[in-house]
């Protein structure tokens, strides 16, 4: 049965964590609104988005639908993926610590947004440069550190974050780092001799072969100012 990811066509945003794992797994799937065609398109998000006549709503992209499920929050979405693909750990407990790592994750990202949109996510970067400038000094300065310190130390000296094998945690953790590659080069080319473990295993991830060959064929959507992950020069000036 077919997996149907709705998010977004201008942007990787949170929706590629789920294509990584999607694609690690040579999973069967539509990335429905990236395609044409009846029920696909931009517009299909809408009846779960503002429609009413569906059985469960979603508030914001991404969701997953598989079969009679629609699942919301990429979190919740890679709970569901991560066993069914081979993606998650075997015992209950490191599953549930996966998922526990994967909402760190969101959380983080969600600061990384904050980083150009401080004020409001309704205003325009320009609008709220100057608190965007100084959120991210504070950023940059305790709270990346806080959370890449968090996950080096619980990657220590093992090749997984969770488990014993790769993890859709793996996955998303080579898409943290990389969106931290485009949103503060500077910053990560300064501070990554200090997360040596988490940068090896970002180009671990990065060789493995499925996702190379997804990295460099047209369904990897650039890096561009209109997702989570964003570069304003300015931001990282002192």
């Known amino acids: 049965m077919r997996y149907e990811l709705y998010y977004g066509n201008t942007n990787q945003g949170r929706g590629e964590f789920v294509r990584l794992t999607l694609e690690e797994a040579q999973a069967d799937y ?3 609104a990236r395609e044409s065609g009846p029920g696909l398109g931009p517009e299909a998000m809408a009846p779960y988005l ?15 639908k598989h079969g009679d499920l629609v699942i919301g929050q990429t979190a919740n979405i890679l709970l569901y993926l991560g066993p069914r ?24 990202v969600m600061e990384i947004q904050h980083t150009h949109h401080p004020v409001a996510h309704g205003l325009y970067y320009e609008d709220q440069k100057a ?16 959370f890449l310190g968090f996950f080096e ?3 220590g000296e093992r090749e997984h974050l969770a488990g014993n ?16 590659r ?10 990554e001799r200090d997360y040596r473990g988490l940068v090896a295993l970002h180009d671990r991830i990065a060789a493995r072969p499925n996702v190379a060959a ?16 964003r570069h304003y020069p300015e931001l990282e000036e002192r």
């Open 131 to 146: 608190e965007a400038i100084t959120y991210t000094r504070h950023f940059l300065a305790e709270r990346l550190p806080k």
């Open 50 to 64: 503002k429609g009413t006549n569906v059985a469960h709503p979603q508030f914001a992209p991404p969701f997953l």
């Open 153 to 155: 130390r619980v990657l």
């Open 182 to 191: 485009f949103s503060f080069p500077k910053t990560m080319a300064r501070i």
């Open 165 to 180: 094998r790769l993890s859709y945690v793996d996955l998303s953790m080579f898409q943290l780092i990389d969106g931290l």
């Open 214 to 229: 997804y990295l460099k064929s047209p369904r990897r959507l650039p890096w561009n100012e209109r997702g989570v992950f």
């Open 85 to 108: 693909l081979g993606l998650a750990p075997e015992s209950e407990g490191e599953r549930l610590y996966a998922h526990q790592l994967q909402l760190t994750i969101a959380d983080l």
């Open 30 to 32: 539509v990335d429905v």
